[in-house]
């Protein structure tokens, strides 16, 4: 079953994703918790909140990012651009 966003209710309004680590993070949140559409600015919490799909979106992460991420990082980065930030700077050389 996909969810649709319409029936989010509280999301925010839809914004694409911008950059490639957004689009790749999109999608795996789209797949993760079986979505339609994500937004950059979609709060997990709002969205999901579930501690097992956290737990899988994080594998992936690592998985197609090469970057091991804690999960309590998504209390204070909770929306696909704030992650991505995050990613991005653990990815950046030096």
């Not at 204070?76 to 030096?94: E, M, T």
């Amino acid at each position: 079953m996909v969810l649709h966003r319409s029936d989010m209710g509280d999301a925010p309004a839809y914004e694409p994703p911008r950059s490639d680590t957004e689009r790749q993070l999109a999608e795996i949140w789209q797949e993760s918790i079986g979505i339609d559409s994500v937004g950059r600015n979609d709060d997990f919490f709002l969205v999901c909140g579930s501690s097992l799909v956290a737990a899988i979106i994080f594998a992936k992460i690592q998985e197609r990012f090469g970057v091991k991420l804690p999960l309590s990082l998504l209390v204070s980065c909770p929306s696909v651009a704030q992650l991505a930030l995050r990613i991005d700077d653990r990815r950046a050389p030096g």
